[in-house]
């Protein structure tokens, strides 16, 4: 299996704080590996490392064989959605696609598939900024897959949405991935955990990997031991 | 190219959107060119306020007042006439220039003893001080020509006589380029020049931090699109824009305020191009460094005071000391409003601008090049503690 | 009660000091300007125009008309040249403004009683330069015609006496009154200083209201069930001390370090200043109560704060302004400040008049708070 995504000894400092101390990190081609982690505990930093947006204190970060400190040329092969809303608002969802693979070089080609296969059509006139939390994300979504990445970077991708939409997005995520895409995919949400194939679970800066099934089996753990503390857990 | 053109497309589309930067783009320049035209239309200051105090009431006396009377700089104010009530007028600016003709003075110029008429003026404001002083003495010139003429016709000199001996040695004054002393004329394209600069500034340097407020500079940043290509497809629609505004204002100048626009199209379309590129580069490069639209809104406008007074466009740059002029000298400002004048008003041609051209050109290639070396990563900053408006958000009503 | 008000009238300055760029502004934004400005005008007075004399006749009563003109009040002599093109050529490049052209054979014409036309070229295009040069040389002028005159008459048989008779000129004196030397920094430099002032308040001021109601702690204020009214009166109280703090460093320097004109009492010129600075804050307060969002809210202040300097009349004066602009600028409290400078800080006009301004200043705050009130009270 090859590697997509190799990290050593990733550090970042943001003011005084370490918020990403010393991680080692390798995805393989085709892997779809889920970063999980409470809130503030490093994801989003992580992933926009990975997606060459944030400058890093120290380490090496390799994508596609590339040195992300030393070019963009990496960027063709990947697709982000962010958590916070960064699709351009004040334009409809057909503008935003169109746009958005103007920015990526990608040409239009992808863009019908794309719309049929999230189930877009319906909306495309729309404010992007007017959008249903579910619309919205699979929108992202959509944005994020136009140059037919190699690597999807996905935050978030699933917060809390609507049913339908969430079925859409992990039935075009599994599409994705069988299609020989690479995922890595942050969420704070243990419901997600048996959907990827591989956990790496961020605190305190550290990263530790975790089959899905023993990710699941910690949390419970961690829930139980609150609740036999006497806490009122309500997770 | 066709990359480029898509994102100029977009940035269009926002400017369209947005109500406000619509207006800042397209209306306010002539907006301000036009309140700034009716400000200077009159060109010339004339009718100043005069009085005259006339203790001798003579017919010299009444002489010299009739001088004033029929000058069409002065408009005299007839109903002052005691010294304390011409005092007062100076004060509360009803007047501003009064003449004082003092008792038996036609007895006592008859007599050759010493006395003086004495012309007051206002140089509380230096543009009133500067005319009236320079009206004064067109008036007593006149007058005392006059007077001799007529002594000369009492001599029984003929007309032709006293001419020849009057104009023994004359003094003939030509004042070039600006003759009429028109300060429409003298100040009103330098304004232009800065509303340009100001307006233009102001426009481009929200681009990116616009971006940044909403996060879609994510996308941007994120997309493997290289960071000239954001810089060309981005500035692009207000490159074109500023350029359009340039050649509106400078025809709104000619045709309604009647400025004096002529030199050779070409350097100025040349002066254009330049100044609006360094604008341009310039804008984007403040707005990739910019937290937020509002400290860039904050900080350019104030710019536009220091940047014109500065400039030696008004106060002559002799008069200035040395290293302020080397400061001015940094400023696009400075170079376009003092290589357009010497173009449109002086009617220079190309080789009494090169320096500007050259500092102009310098500018652009330097704005630009800022431009399009913005790194494509952010520095990460820590939540912004207690700072208020630092970070890439201001308030914003929200429902 | 007073507590409350103080408590938010504290919490209001802290706001202030830790939006940094505001901090920046306010602190040092008129002091730059200050010392930037007397910079600019340190010369003070526009003396040593640069004036070049070609002399084509080279004789001695070329040189002696020479000498007399190079002697002219403001003129000073940068070159003697050989050509009318030597002069149109420093002209052009701006090294010259003032240029006298004696003609060949000058010395001889005037020995023969014909007529010798001196030139005298003023570089127009820069109108500070060309009023003073014109006046300079309309000087030169009358004195040069009259010495030429009175030998004139003496050739032709005429006794001295009655030729200088002929040539007696009314004799008048100048008096520039308020700003005796013609001192431009006396004429703009705290005006242009106060100018900045004015725009740093405003920028100030344009985030009363919008910088209450765009942040999520509104609705904590909103909740805490304080009158709107006193909270906005409280914070406006605090802004208005501030802008009056900053002006004070200002005056100091201005008045007892530069020695600028300062003709009235200074409490009553801290008086009218205080009048205006709550003006602008009006201003400011009602643009923050219907911009959507600050950088608006700074927009719409500095539309006015920016052109009233030109607008207000103090230096292209409003009497010669169209009477529409005139009535128009008359709506803004910067034309009555700024034209108060003037009245007060030079002439002294006295309390009747600034009374008037100080009235017409507040009149227009009256209307601003108002519908500032109205609006938020709507909300």
């Given at each position: 299996?090859d590697?997509?995504?190799?990290?050593?000894?990733?550090?970042q400092?943001?003011?005084?704080?370490?918020v990403l101390?010393?991680?080692?990190?390798e995805?393989?081609?085709?892997?779809?590996?889920?970063?999980?982690?409470?809130?503030?505990?490093?994801?989003?930093?992580?992933?926009?490392?990975?997606?060459?947006?944030?400058?890093?204190?120290?380490?090496k970060?390799?994508?596609?064989?590339?040195d992300?400190?030393?070019?963009?040329?990496f960027?063709?092969?990947i697709?982000?959605?962010?958590?916070?809303r960064?699709?351009?608002?004040?334009?409809s969802?057909?503008e935003?696609?169109?746009?958005?693979?103007?920015?990526?070089?990608?040409?239009?080609?992808?863009?019908g598939?794309?719309?049929r296969r999230l189930?877009l059509?319906e909306?495309?006139?729309q404010?992007?900024?007017t959008?249903?939390?579910?619309l919205?994300?699979?929108?992202?979504l959509a944005c994020?897959?136009?140059n037919s990445?190699?690597?999807?970077?996905?935050?978030?991708?699933?917060?809390?949405?609507?049913?339908?939409?969430?079925?859409i997005?992990l039935?075009?995520?599994?599409?994705?991935?069988?299609?020989?895409?690479?995922?890595?995919w942050a969420f704070?949400?243990?419901?997600?955990?048996?959907?990827?194939?591989?956990v790496g679970?961020?605190?305190?800066?550290?990263?530790?990997?975790?089959?899905?099934?023993g990710?699941?089996?910690?949390?419970?753990?961690?829930?139980?031991?609150?609740?036999g503390?006497?806490g009122?857990?309500?997770? | 190219?066709?990359?480029?053109?898509?994102i100029?497309?977009?940035?269009?589309?926002s400017?369209f959107?947005?109500?406000?930067?619509?207006l800042?783009?397209?209306?306010?320049?002539?907006?301000y060119?036009?309140?700034?035209?009716?400000?200077?239309?009159?060109?010339?200051?004339?009718?100043v306020?005069?009085?005259?105090v006339?203790?001798?009431?003579?017919?010299?006396?009444?002489?010299i007042?009739?001088?004033?009377?029929n000058s069409?700089?002065f408009?005299?104010?007839d109903?002052?006439?005691?010294?304390?009530?011409?005092?007062?007028?100076?004060?509360?600016?009803?007047?501003?220039?009064?003449?004082?003709?003092?008792?038996n003075?036609?007895q006592?110029m008859?007599r050759?003893?010493?006395t003086?008429?004495?012309?007051?003026?206002?140089?509380?404001?230096?543009?009133?001080?500067?005319?009236t002083?320079?009206?004064i003495?067109?008036v007593?010139?006149?007058?005392?020509?006059s007077?001799?003429?007529?002594?000369?016709?009492?001599?029984?000199?003929?007309?032709?006589?006293i001419?020849?001996?009057?104009?023994?040695?004359?003094?003939?004054t030509?004042?070039?380029?600006n003759?009429?002393f028109?300060?429409a004329?003298?100040?009103?394209?330098g304004?232009?020049?800065?509303?340009?600069?100001q307006?233009g500034?102001?426009?481009?340097?929200l681009?990116i931090?616009?971006?940044?407020?909403?996060?879609?500079?994510?996308?941007?940043?994120?997309?493997?699109?290289?960071a000239?290509?954001i810089?060309?497809?981005?500035?692009l629609?207000?490159f074109?824009?500023?350029?359009?505004?340039?050649?509106?204002l400078?025809?709104f100048?000619?045709?309604?305020?009647?400025?004096?626009l002529?030199?050779?199209?070409?350097l100025?379309?040349?002066?254009?191009?330049?100044?609006?590129?360094v604008?341009?580069?310039?804008?984007?490069?403040?707005?990739?460094?910019?937290?937020?639209?509002?400290?860039?809104?904050?900080y350019?406008?104030?710019?536009?005071?220091p940047?014109?007074?500065?400039?030696?466009?008004t106060?002559?740059?002799?008069?200035i000391?040395?290293?302020?002029?080397?400061l001015?000298r940094l400023l696009p400002?400075?170079?376009?409003?003092?290589g357009?004048r010497?173009?449109?008003?002086k009617?220079?041609?190309?080789?009494y601008?090169?320096?500007?051209?050259?500092?102009?050109g310098?500018?652009?290639?330097l704005?630009?090049?800022?431009?399009?070396?913005?790194?494509k990563?952010?520095?990460?900053?820590?939540?912004?503690?207690?700072?208020?408006n630092?970070?890439?958000?201001?308030?914003v009503?929200?429902? | 009660?007073l507590?409350?008000?103080?408590?938010?009238m504290?919490?209001?300055v802290?706001?202030?000091?830790?939006?940094r760029?505001?901090?920046h502004?306010?602190l040092?934004g008129?002091?730059?300007?200050?010392?930037?400005f007397?910079a600019?005008y340190s010369?003070q007075?526009?003396?040593?125009?640069?004036a070049?004399?070609?002399?084509l006749?080279?004789?001695?009563?070329?040189?002696e008309?020479a000498e007399?003109?190079?002697?002219?009040?403001?003129?000073?002599?940068?070159?003697?040249?050989?050509?009318?093109d030597?002069?149109?050529?420093?002209?052009?490049?701006?090294?010259?403004?003032?240029?006298?052209?004696?003609?060949?054979?000058?010395?001889?014409?005037?020995?023969?009683?014909?007529q010798?036309?001196?030139?005298?070229?003023?570089?127009g295009?820069?109108?500070?330069?060309?009023?003073?040069?014109?006046?300079?040389?309309?000087t030169?002028?009358?004195t040069?015609?009259?010495?030429?005159g009175?030998?004139?008459?003496?050739?032709?048989?005429?006794?001295?006496?009655q030729?200088?008779?002929?040539?007696?000129?009314i004799?008048?004196?100048?008096?520039?009154?308020?700003?005796?030397?013609?001192?431009?920094?006396y004429?703009l430099?705290l005006?242009?200083?106060?100018?900045?002032?004015?725009?740093?308040?405003?920028?100030?001021?344009?985030l009363?209201?919008i910088?209450?109601?765009g942040?999520?702690?509104w609705?904590?204020?909103?909740?805490?069930?304080i009158?709107k009214?006193k909270f906005?009166?409280s914070?406006?109280?605090?802004?208005?001390l501030?802008?009056m703090?900053?002006v004070l460093?200002l005056?100091?320097l201005?008045?007892?370090v530069?020695?600028?004109p300062?003709?009235?009492?200074?409490?009553?010129f801290?008086?009218?200043t205080?009048?205006?600075?709550?003006?602008i804050?009006?201003?400011g307060?009602?643009?923050?109560?219907?911009?959507?969002n600050?950088?608006d809210?700074?927009?719409?202040?500095?539309?006015?704060?920016?052109?009233?300097?030109?607008?207000?009349?103090?230096?292209?004066?409003l009497?010669?302004?169209?009477?529409?602009l005139?009535?128009a600028?008359?709506?803004?409290?910067?034309?009555?400040?700024f034209?108060?400078i003037?009245?007060?800080?030079?002439k002294?006009?006295?309390?009747?008049l600034?009374?008037?301004?100080?009235?017409a200043m507040l009149?227009?705050?009256?209307?601003?708070?108002?519908a500032a009130?109205i609006?938020?009270?709507?909300?």
């Amino acid at each position: 299996m090859d590697t997509i995504v190799a990290v050593k000894d990733l550090t970042q400092k943001i003011g005084k704080k370490t918020v990403l101390d010393g991680l080692v990190l390798e995805v393989g081609t085709g892997e779809c590996l889920g970063i999980f982690g409470m809130k503030g505990s490093g994801k989003t930093a992580l992933l926009h490392i990975l997606a060459g947006i944030d400058r890093f204190t120290s380490g090496k970060v390799l994508v596609a064989g590339l040195d992300i400190r030393r070019t963009e040329g990496f960027k063709k092969y990947i697709g982000l959605v962010t958590q916070e809303r960064s699709l351009f608002q004040d334009l409809s969802v057909a503008e935003n696609l169109d746009f958005i693979a103007v920015l990526k070089n990608a040409g239009r080609d992808n863009i019908g598939p794309l719309i049929r296969r999230l189930e877009l059509g319906e909306v495309l006139n729309q404010p992007a900024g007017t959008l249903e939390a579910g619309l919205y994300q699979r929108l992202a979504l959509a944005c994020a897959l136009l140059n037919s990445p190699r690597l999807l970077l996905a935050d978030e991708l699933i917060g809390a949405i609507d049913l339908e939409s969430r079925r859409i997005i992990l039935r075009e995520l599994k599409s994705f991935l069988a299609g020989g895409g690479t995922c890595v995919w942050a969420f704070s949400n243990a419901e997600f955990l048996p959907h990827v194939d591989r956990v790496g679970w961020l605190e305190k800066g550290k990263i530790s990997f975790y089959q899905p099934a023993g990710a699941l089996a910690r949390w419970s753990g961690l829930i139980q031991s609150l609740a036999g503390q006497g806490g009122d857990s309500d997770a | 190219m066709r990359q480029i053109l898509d994102i100029a497309h977009y940035e269009m589309l926002s400017i369209f959107k947005e109500k406000i930067l619509f207006l800042m783009v397209f209306l306010v320049p002539l907006g301000y060119a036009a309140l700034f035209g009716a400000t200077y239309v009159t060109a010339i200051l004339g009718n100043v306020p005069v009085a005259i105090v006339d203790l001798d009431d003579s017919r010299l006396s009444r002489e010299i007042a009739a001088a004033f009377a029929n000058s069409p700089h002065f408009k005299v104010v007839d109903d002052i006439r005691t010294y304390r009530e011409l005092e007062e007028g100076m004060k509360n600016g009803r007047l501003r220039a009064g003449v004082v003709i003092p008792e038996n003075f036609e007895q006592e110029m008859a007599r050759h003893t010493l006395t003086r008429v004495l012309a007051i003026y206002d140089g509380s404001n230096l543009i009133w001080g500067y005319n009236t002083r320079k009206y004064i003495r067109e008036v007593f010139n006149d007058f005392s020509a006059s007077n001799t003429a007529s002594y000369l016709a009492g001599l029984g000199y003929t007309k032709n006589e006293i001419r020849s001996i009057m104009d023994t040695v004359s003094l003939n004054t030509e004042v070039w380029y600006n003759p009429t002393f028109s300060y429409a004329n003298f100040l009103f394209l330098g304004l232009v020049m800065m509303i340009l600069h100001q307006i233009g500034l102001l426009s481009v340097s929200l681009t990116i931090t616009r971006e940044k407020e909403r996060k879609t500079w994510l996308q941007f940043l994120s997309a493997p699109v290289p960071a000239w290509k954001i810089f060309a497809g981005k500035s692009l629609p207000y490159f074109v824009a500023n350029f359009f505004n340039y050649a509106l204002l400078l025809w709104f100048a000619a045709r309604f305020i009647h400025v004096k626009l002529s030199g050779s199209l070409p350097l100025i379309l040349l002066l254009g191009f330049l100044y609006d590129l360094v604008i341009t580069g310039a804008g984007f490069f403040i707005s990739t460094h910019a937290p937020n639209s509002l400290q860039v809104t904050r900080y350019v406008m104030l710019l536009s005071v220091p940047f014109f007074m500065i400039s030696g466009y008004t106060w002559p740059a002799t008069h200035i000391p040395a290293f302020i002029n080397y400061l001015a000298r940094l400023l696009p400002s400075t170079w376009m409003a003092l290589g357009f004048r010497q173009v449109t008003l002086k009617e220079l041609d190309i080789s009494y601008i090169l320096p500007h051209i050259r500092a102009l050109g310098l500018m652009a290639v330097l704005a630009v090049l800022l431009a399009v070396n913005f790194t494509k990563r952010l520095k990460p900053r820590p939540e912004s503690g207690t700072e208020i408006n630092g970070g890439a958000s201001y308030p914003v009503r929200w429902k | 009660m007073l507590n409350q008000g103080l408590a938010i009238m504290r919490r209001e300055v802290f706001y202030l000091c830790r939006d940094r760029g505001l901090r920046h502004i306010l602190l040092c934004g008129s002091l730059i300007g200050l010392l930037l400005f007397y910079a600019i005008y340190s010369a003070q007075v526009l003396k040593d125009i640069p004036a070049a004399i070609v002399d084509l006749d080279n004789s001695s009563a070329s040189r002696e008309l020479a000498e007399k003109i190079s002697k002219a009040e403001y003129l000073k002599l940068v070159a003697s040249l050989e050509s009318y093109d030597d002069l149109q050529e420093l002209i052009k490049q701006g090294r010259v403004i003032v240029g006298i052209v004696i003609p060949e054979n000058f010395a001889r014409d005037v020995a023969l009683g014909r007529q010798a036309r001196v030139l005298a070229v003023i570089d127009g295009s820069n109108m500070i330069y060309a009023t003073n040069a014109s006046a300079a040389v309309l000087t030169v002028t009358r004195t040069i015609s009259a010495q030429a005159g009175v030998s004139a008459l003496v050739a032709r048989g005429v006794q001295l006496k009655q030729a200088q008779e002929a040539y007696q000129a009314i004799d008048f004196s100048e008096e520039p009154w308020f700003n005796p030397a013609l001192n431009y920094a006396y004429f703009l430099v705290l005006a242009l200083a106060l100018n900045i002032w004015q725009q740093c308040c405003t920028l100030a001021a344009c985030l009363n209201v919008i910088g209450e109601r765009g942040m999520k702690s509104w609705l904590q204020i909103k909740a805490s069930g304080i009158s709107k009214f006193k909270f906005f009166t409280s914070k406006s109280l605090a802004q208005i001390l501030i802008f009056m703090a900053i002006v004070l460093p200002l005056y100091i320097l201005a008045f007892g370090v530069f020695k600028l004109p300062l003709n009235c009492s200074l409490p009553a010129f801290l008086l009218f200043t205080l009048a205006f600075a709550i003006a602008i804050h009006s201003i400011g307060t009602l643009a923050s109560s219907f911009a959507r969002n600050a950088v608006d809210a700074a927009r719409f202040g500095m539309i006015i704060a920016l052109p009233s300097f030109v607008l207000s009349g103090y230096t292209w004066p409003l009497e010669a302004m169209p009477a529409y602009l005139q009535k128009a600028a008359r709506i803004l409290p910067q034309t009555w400040f700024f034209q108060g400078i003037n009245y007060f800080a030079f002439k002294d006009a006295g309390w009747n008049l600034m009374s008037h301004f100080i009235l017409a200043m507040l009149a227009i705050t009256a209307v601003c708070y108002g519908a500032a009130a109205i609006l938020i009270a709507r909300d």
